[in-house]
């Protein structure tokens, strides 16, 4: 399995979300209004050596994607880590329609190209509904067609996609979502959860390898199920040339100081950290940190 | 293993099948929903499940222990009917029904039962709003004097027309009962119940049929008094958010799903408190849960339901009986507004 970026620069300073603060999500929403003081962001991570950007497939990313599409000559070569879907997106939608228009609504947006309109023609989402992989394929395509033009190296299904369906323990969706990375993407299929030693067990119970999988880790288990000693356990005991650990949430948005919490993190087997930062300051103090640690 | 079955299979439906598929204690048999295609794809991925789209049927044919019910709130009560006459435990989501009066009678019947009933108002499970409950029961702030308890969302942004049941007060929809049940169930939770409901207003903003907005101020007897703000049409907040502001004769809470923010006229060293503001994160006081969709209060709530069921000690701590309170309130906004709120 290609190995991933050892460190990669993430997104959710970006979009007024902070796990920890409703006020400081507010605030991070309040500075991060227009896309060039995103921009300048991301220019000091990249000349603080960033190479790999984890990103989610919401509303402002198309901005974002645009800019490094059409600005591509002004950058280094960037490895882009697209988590889909935005599902706060398809929540609201769900609550105010109910889940088959909102199927029907989303493959009728605007997506003539996919094809989609003569599925939709037969009857939408009660036609496509019969075939759930169809479907999924459908929606993964809408949902990357922001990143085209992109150097896509690892495509997420977001955490509460991933943990949603892992409830349900169907092989099938997981099997077919990272069919269809590969396959249409030439991408390493990854996930997102808050139940790593849960997720990578069923993984491994299903022959399902070759993924990455990104969780929250940090010493005082936040975001962590069932606890932080199961997810250390599951980590040391994990063959990483199967699944490759990216650990997130690694400050416990905020409540750990970075030196502890890298001090923490870089004496278990993962094999790369994803992690948000809003400022200049931020970024390189953290980047020291991680060099430094390790 | 407790034999379980889910009637309702919308947005909630599908978050607890997938909870409850996460306990060791707990096997997931049947669903019920309206909808053939949402069945069609269970019995097409999970083998061992059997679908309805009638619920007397999942009552006539399924040997169970409990059911969980997460249709539109205007059929709860005949669901949880039957359910009780099939002596099964049930959790509904919130709220428990669209009166009163109904709602009383489940509480009634279900206790004279034995059985365990529980009402999904979730924010109890919140390790935030535990704590401040904690906080108000050893007096931090002391005697309370006011109140402020708000609910913001973006849930309904535009006008459109459909029939869908949150368009209709009759089956349950509004903002009053989707959404501002949630912060009366905590004003009740942290507070009490109010004595008297005065000052309310209905706002329509994008609905056709029903409130998206509410206000309302309840009184006390004591003398407490509080203030209730609720929108479900405000794009400004990105998820869900409760709020609720506390204020005592010896300090202040201000806290939301994430946070409390605590000032304290004197220093509290037991409570590890400084005199000022001090602040709280969910970071702070969270408690893991063995699996986790969504937040940790839906596996809280869902993991104390069946709790309850296993260990008849255990004292359920948001049954049908405390979620009537909700109902009474939202029934007093509802009777204020028609005789006061409207412009002459």
Redesign the interface.
Known sequence: MEMIDKVVFGDNQFFGINHMSQEKAQQLSEKFYDIYSIIDIYQFAINSGIRAIMLNSNDRAREICTHFIENKSKFPELNWYPSIPYPHKYANLISEKGIVPTINEILLKDNSKLGVLGMVAKGGAAVLGRDAVRLLQILIDIEMKIFNGLNVKVIFLQNVITDLLLGYEVKELFYEFCKHIRKRYNAIPGFITMNMPMLKAKLYEWDIEDVVICTSFNKIGYLMSPNVETYIESALKNDSSKYQLMAMSTLASGAIPPKEAFDFINIQNIQSVVFGASSKDHIEQTISILKNSK | MLKIGIVGF??MG??H???L??HPNVKIVAVVDT?S??M??LN???GEINTYTDYNKLFGNEKLDAVIICTPPTLHYSIAIKAAKNNLHVFLEKPCTTRTDLSNDLARIFQQKGLINQVGYVNRFNDIFIKVKEYLNENLIGKVIRFKSEMYS?????S?S?N?W?DSRESGGGATFDMAAHAIDLVNYLIGKPDKITGSSLTQIFSKNVEDAVNATFLYENGITGTLNVNWSDESY??P?NKIEILGLDGKILA????IKLFRKTASARNNLIAGWNTI????V?K???????GNEF?SELYHFIDCILDREKTNICSFKESSDTLEVIESIFKDFELNGRMK
């Open positions: 919308g947005r599908i978050t099948y997938s909870i598929n996460s909808s295609l949402i069609s794809l097409k991925y999970i973006r849930t309904i942004t535009k459109e459909n869908d949150r990105r998820k958010t939301d799903q994430h946070g994160y969910i970071t702070d969270f893991s849960v063995p699996f986790y969709v969504r596996t």
